[in-house]
Structure formats: structure tokens, C-alpha cells
């Protein structure tokens, strides 16, 4: 049955349920004063039908709690009254736990999708730690019945939690105060009130019940984190340097100091080669600097399609790399020790080795060595470039995105491993460049991790810059015959022979978690190479704790500073409030032409994770400013929860895509949907208007033809064109015809 026709049967039901008890007044039978005075009758009728009234009790009891309507209180009261205490409690817990689990998958049904669909972005902690430690939150709810157990159950449908936990934990969680109340029944007679029930030192006694697994879990850790400190117990300082020492001075290392100075800690970055990192000596600063060049040069030769006829496509390689260096160098200052030196930072040159989890030691160039001690340590230390080990190619001397830059000679025949976004970069700008460019990658298409259609306009356009890619080939090894280089890959069973001046490693980064001490202080590893934290980035020891790429799961420059962020507050402050790194809307940009940048879910992860979607598209060339700039390639595609205007993910393929994927970045945030792009003004005529195209597009696919058929009938009739029994006609086709007029793309849904 589609779940649609379920909420609405379950809803009906429901509804004509709490009707019927108010309105044949059932719930005067709800108080302590009804029960007492219909006993007699009751217990009589019980004595004659015992069975019988066993059953009628249970499913009288599971009808009122799966509603939520009240007097629970009272019909436990009644159990004690009727079946004594030890079948009066099993009754009641069975038909409590039963009633409860009911109305929980009624709030689970009738209204998770739509609190998690409004607020989903907000609740994303509270699930959590459901998820985690849910099984202990309801063990206290339970054991507290001063919160209505009625909220309890519809509250904790809204949650993750399963339904056998929820089930099982509640019968646990209940069965005190059941006994209580039960026992309570066995003296109906006596009782004045059900308030004098559960007095207050029976109260406190049950909420340090509940409280218990969480004291006995916070103990077990406590006694671990003991035990893992307890060897280097001897060498702890009395007295500490600093409050926190940085190791590695890169994305994340930077803003993890420069938080620790900014709150007037005592912070010291310990760096062994370059302030800044690979980011701005090899990575994201260089490397756009050269896709720069690379695009106007790419641009240059395209002015005839522009109307422009003088033109010149003459350049110096050398020159072009010089640039690059330029570029970095204009930017060193806002990474500089003489800035972090004036913010406060102790910036420290040379090798670190965490020799306890108090002391750091340094290791200058000269030999000379330093001891910092410190509250709490930071692994910044970051990632290479990894070299695969394929047979032959260390003597070919590999480059790799560490040393391209090197280069001032362009290379006339180049060959790229690896068809990931470093890979694809580079490809294509020393194409642009002139030189002969193979690109060699294993999977079936570029850009694995993307969906079909962004790999493919990439591959057009470098078929375009005259790219051969060979997607589909394995490297098998590298061979040196007469002084020429070459690569042999296989593909489909077969061999082939790839010559090439210098061959580019770009087929991954590894995580630097050697050289500086983890193994002696027995810090694991992940099995993707990256120091294992929890979700407040610690290691197993609390006060050292590791971000960016050394701890994944991203390997990107924002998300090492998102996480510094995490790291550094956590370390200075975390012994008063924690904070969980939060992964949930991490945008990612691919910098190619066209580029491609994504948000959340694209396709193909929607449906790896069995996710049901609708998907929008919408093709800048149709957009104006697209028009203007020539810049039509590409495309603006969202992913929407089924129904509802909450975006899942976004996907834009085209020029400036990295910028113009920021407004569904903070659409994704904080909570907004298509409905808040749609209204919001965009400036005429710019390519921001696309996210704004996408959200009209997606608002007129949720327009039906009954709707169109209601409207028109009702202007009709306002022209006086026709009367208003032709509006009331159209209303079956309104409720019969849900087909959307522009119907959006639903393969995934």
C-alpha cells in the first residue's frame, strides 16, 4: 500500500478515535473518583469472566496509550485493583509497552519525514547522539514519570531509534513505576490522589536509576582514559609552556593557531618546512594560478568566435611559471611567521616528535633540539602526494603535484595517472599549454566520484583541447628503451606502449602519520591511512587531537580549516563543552572548464544510499548572461526530497560553478529550501541567476494539470466568460490529475 494511503488511514483512524472518546464523554471514566466508585461493578464482572476481562483490560489499556488519550495512570491503578500485583504488572507492562511502540509508529509515520524534512539540518546532532546513546536517554525518560510518558513516545518517533530498542527499552524503563502504581491499585480504597503516588524521594530514587547507565558509561570511560595515560604518568609536568602546541602550519594548522592566539592562549606552531603548507606552496594557490593562464590562453585562442580578430597566442612557459611563483609569493604574508609572530603564535622551525601526550620536541635544522611542553597537542601535519609502485617508474623521476612547479620547460609529450580533479586540472592546462597530454585512468570515465553527465562534459572538453583519454587502461609499468620513456598500460587484454617526456602522479594523497611519534604513543590509524579520532577529533588520547588532512575523511582545504575550528575550541575549552565536528554540507569544486562543484547528494551517491529523490535540471543556455559570455556549456541540477522543496544535494557543471554552488551551500545550512531561492531577488543579468532558473523550474514541475484545469475554469468565470458550476467541474480533475505539467526529471524516486 503506497504510504501515502497509510498516513491517511492512520491518521482517520486516530482522529476518529480521540473524537469518539470526547465525544461520548469517556474520559470522566479517566479519574482516580470513576474508578473508585465503579470497582464493586467491575470486579464483580472480572470474578465471573476472568479471561475475558484480562483481555478486554489489555486491549483497553493498548487502545488509550497507541492514542495518547489519558488515563493510563488510572487504568494501571485499575490493574493492581483487579489482577493483584504480580498479574496486574504483567499486564500492564505488556499492554503499556505494546500501547507505547503503537503510538510510536504513528508519530514515526504520520510525522518524522516532515519534522526531519523542516528541521533536519538543525536536529542532526540530536540524532546523533540517538543514534549513539539513544537506548540510555529513553532509560531515563522512562525512569522519570514526571515527563508524560505519552511525549516520550511520540517525541522518540521522530528520532532514528529502532523500534525493537524503543520496545525493549521502554518496558525496562517503565516496569518500576508500573510496580508502584500497581501496588498502589491494590489499596484503591485508601487513595486520596494519584499525585501522593509517587513520592519524592521515590522520584529522585528512580531518576538516579535512569541516570546510572550513563554514570556507569562516562566511568568505564573515564577508568580507559585512565588507563591509557597511566605510562606516561611519571613524565607529566607540573607546569606547562603552553596551553597548546600546532604541529604542521598548513590550511589547518594556521587557523587552529590562529584561534588558540585570537582567545589569548599561549600557542606554539612547530613547522618543519614551509608556513602555509601544501596549499599555498603546491596545491590550491599555484595551481590556480596556472589554470589561469591556461584559460586565457584557452580564451585567446577562441577571441575569433568572440569577434575579436587581433589576437595573440604567443607566450614563455617560463614566464607562466614565474607568474605562479609570484602569485605564491603575493600571497606568503598572510601565512608568514612575522604575521602569526604579531598575532601571538610562537612559530617554531623544525621537526616535531610528540614524545608524551605533554611534551612535544622540536629538532631544527642544525640539529639543535627544543622541548615544548603543553596542555593539549594538534596534528596538522597534513599529506603528500601518493607514488604508486608500479615497476620502472622511480627511474623515470615521476612528478607529482609537490613538483610540477619545478618545471620550466614544458613538457611536449605528458602523461597524467590518474582522471580525479588534480589529475584533470593539470591535464588540461598544460594542453591548453601545447603540450601532448595522456590522461590514464583506470575507472570507466573521469571523474569517478561525479555523476555521468559532469564526467562527460569534461570529456568533451577535453576532446576539445585535444586530450587523449584512456579510461578503462591500467599502468602496468614504465620502461626506458633507447633513451625513450614509456608507459605500458593494458586495456581490455591488451597492451599498449604510451611515450611521454614526463609522466604526473595524481592518483590519490596519503596522510602523513609517520616521523612524528604516533607509533611510540601507540595512536592508530584508519584504514584509509588517517589518525583514527572521534567525533570531537580526539585520539585515544583526549588531549591530543588531529584535523585536516592528516584526519580526514576530506581531503580539502576548507574542510582542514572547518575542522581546526573543532579542534582547536575543543582542546582549550573542551573541558567545559564539546563540540562534534559537523560533516553534514561540505561543498567540493572540481577546477576544470568547465567547472564542476557539488554540494550534498548527487545522483549517483542518492541512489548508492538507496535514497529516493526528484531531480531538476536546469541548462544554462538558457540563461542570458551565459548567452552574453559565450559561457552556455554546462548546467545547474538540484536534488530534492520527494514532494517537498528540501534540497538533498546540488551539482552545477559550467563556468564560475565554484561560486555559484555557495548559495545552496548556505541554503543547505540552515534549513532553506527551493521555496527561499525562488524569492529571492537576484541581480539581472548575472550566472547566479541559474540557481534562482532552478528553483523556477522545480516550482512548475510541482503544478499539475488538475490545478491548471481549476484556475483556468476560475478566470473563466471572473471574465464572466462562464459561470461558477464551471469551477466546481474542474475539481475532480483537480483531486484525478496529479501529472505535473512540466514534469521534472524522477529517476530517483
Not at 486 to 514: K, W
Amino acid at each position: 500500500m503506497p504510504r501515502p494511503v497509510v498516513r491517511a488511514l492512520l491518521l482517520g483512524a486516530l482522529v476518529a478515535l480521540v473524537a469518539a472518546f470526547f465525544a461520548f464523554d469517556l474520559d470522566r471514566f479517566a479519574s482516580l473518583g470513576a474508578l473508585k466508585e465503579q470497582q464493586a461493578s467491575v470486579e464483580a464482572w472480572r470474578a465471573a469472566n476472568p479471561w475475558r476481562a484480562a483481555g478486554a483490560y489489555v486491549a483497553l489499556y493498548v487502545l488509550v496509550a497507541a492514542a495518547s488519550l489519558p488515563g493510563a495512570a488510572v487504568l494501571t491503578l485499575a490493574g493492581g485493583a483487579l489482577f493483584g500485583v504480580v498479574l496486574g504488572t504483567v499486564l500492564v507492562s505488556c499492554a503499556s509497552t505494546l500501547g507505547a511502540t503503537l503510538a510510536f509508529l504513528s508519530a514515526r509515520v504520520l510525522l518524522r519525514d516532515g519534522v526531519q524534512r523542516r528541521f533536519g539540518g538543525r536536529l542532526g546532532a540530536i540524532n546523533d547522539g540517538v543514534r549513539r546513546e539513544g537506548a540510555f536517554y529513553l532509560f531515563t525518560l522512562r525512569l522519570v514519570p514526571v515527563f508524560p510518558f505519552f511525549l516520550v513516545n511520540l517525541l522518540m518517533g521522530l528520532t532514528p531509534i529502532g523500534v525493537g530498542t524503543f520496545a525493549a527499552v521502554s518496558q525496562a524503563g517503565m516496569l518500576p513505576a508500573t510496580v508502584v502504581y500497581v501496588n498502589a491499585g491494590t489499596q484503591l480504597a485508601r487513595l486520596d490522589s494519584l499525585g501522593g503516588i509517587l513520592s519524592p524521594g521515590v522520584l529522585l530514587s528512580f531518576t538516579a536509576l535512569g541516570l546510572l547507565p550513563l554514570a556507569a558509561r562516562r566511568l568505564v570511560d573515564a577508568a580507559r582514559t585512565r588507563a591509557v595515560y597511566r605510562p606516561f604518568a611519571a613524565r607529566r609536568p607540573r607546569t606547562f609552556d603552553h596551553n597548546l602546541v600546532v604541529i604542521g602550519a598548513g590550511s589547518a594548522g594556521l587557523v587552529a593557531a590562529y584561534i588558540a592566539a585570537a582567545v589569548k592562549a599561549r600557542v606554539a606552531l612547530v613547522e618543519r618546512h614551509r608556513m602555509g603548507g601544501d596549499c599555498l606552496h603546491t596545491g590550491c594557490v599555484p595551481s590556480k594560478a596556472l589554470l589561469r593562464s591556461a584559460k586565457l590562453l584557452a580564451d585567446i585562442r577562441r577571441a575569433p568566435r568572440l569577434g575579436i580578430r587581433a589576437a595573440s597566442a604567443e607566450f614563455d612557459f617560463a614566464e607562466v611559471m614565474a607568474r605562479v611563483r609570484q602569485v605564491i609569493a603575493g600571497i606568503a604574508p598572510h601565512d608568514s611567521v612575522e604575521r602569526y609572530t604579531r598575532l601571538g603564535v610562537t612559530c617554531v622551525q623544525g621537526s616535531a616528535t610528540i614524545t608524551s601526550p605533554w611534551t612535544v620536541e622540536v629538532t631544527a635544522a642544525d640539529g639543535s633540539r627544543r622541548a615544548l611542553t603543553t596542555t593539549h597537542i594538534i596534528i596538522a601535519a597534513g599529506a603528500r602526494p601518493f607514488v604508486p609502485p608500479l615497476p620502472g617508474l622511480a627511474a623515470a623521476d615521476p612528478l607529482t603535484s609537490d613538483t610540477v612547479w619545478n618545471l620550466t620547460t614544458l613538457p611536449r609529450r605528458l602523461v597524467v595517472l590518474g582522471g580525479g580533479p588534480i589529475g584533470c586540472e593539470l591535464a588540461q592546462a598544460f594542453a591548453r599549454f601545447g603540450s601532448q597530454v595522456t590522461v590514464v585512468e583506470a575507472a570507466t570515465r573521469l571523474l569517478a566520484k561525479e555523476d555521468d553527465d559532469c564526467s562527460a562534459l569534461v570529456a568533451q572538453a577535453f576532446a576539445e583541447d585535444g586530450i587523449d583519454v584512456r579510461t578503462g587502461y591500467t599502468a602496468q609499468r614504465v620502461e626506458i628503451v633507447a633513451g625513450e620513456k614509456r608507459l605500458i598500460v593494458e586495456h581490455a587484454g591488451a597492451m599498449t606502449a604510451l611515450p611521454f617526456d614526463e609522466i604526473l602522479c595524481a592518483v590519490g594523497r596519503v596522510a602523513n602519520t609517520t616521523g612524528y611519534g604516533l607509533d611510540a604513543l601507540g595512536i592508530p590509524t584508519t584504514p584509509t591511512r588517517t589518525v583514527e579520532v572521534n567525533e570531537f577529533l580526539e585520539t585515544r588520547f583526549p588531549n591530543i587531537l588531529a584535523c585536516g588532512d592528516v584526519a580526514g575523511p576530506f581531503q580539502f582545504t576548507h574542510t582542514a580549516s572547518h575542522m581546526a575550528w573543532f579542534a582547536s575550541v575543543n582542546a582549550l575549552f573542551g573541558r567545559f563543552r564539546k563540540f562534534r565536528v559537523d560533516y553534514r554540507v561540505v561543498p567540493r569544486a572540481t577546477f576544470t572548464d568547465p567547472e564542476i562543484a557539488r554540494v550534498g547528494l548527487n545522483e549517483q551517491d542518492a541512489r548508492a544510499e538507496g535514497r529516493s529523490f526528484d531531480v531538476t535540471t536546469y541548462a544554462l543556455d538558457d540563461l542570458d548572461r551565459a548567452i552574453a559570455d559565450g559561457a552556455t556549456t554546462g548546467f545547474v541540477k538540484v536534488l530534492t526530497a520527494p514532494g517537498t522543496d528540501r534540497i538533498l544535494g546540488a551539482t552545477i557543471c559550467g563556468a564560475h560553478a565554484s561560486d555559484l554552488l555557495v548559495e545552496f551551500v548556505t541554503a543547505m545550512k540552515h534549513g532553506l529550501g527551493l521555496n527561499a531561492i525562488l524569492g529571492t531577488i537576484h541581480t539581472y543579468p548575472t550566472m547566479a541567476e541559474a540557481n534562482k532558473a532552478a528553483a523556477g523550474a522545480w516550482k512548475r514541475g510541482t503544478v499539475t494539470h488538475g490545478q491548471h484545469a481549476v484556475l483556468a475554469a476560475f478566470h473563466a468565470w471572473r471574465r464572466g466568460a462562464a459561470g461558477p458550476g464551471g469551477v466546481l467541474a474542474a475539481v475532480p480533475a483537480l483531486l484525478r490529475d496529479r501529472r505535473a505539467v512540466e514534469p521534472r526529471d524522477t529517476t530517483g524516486g
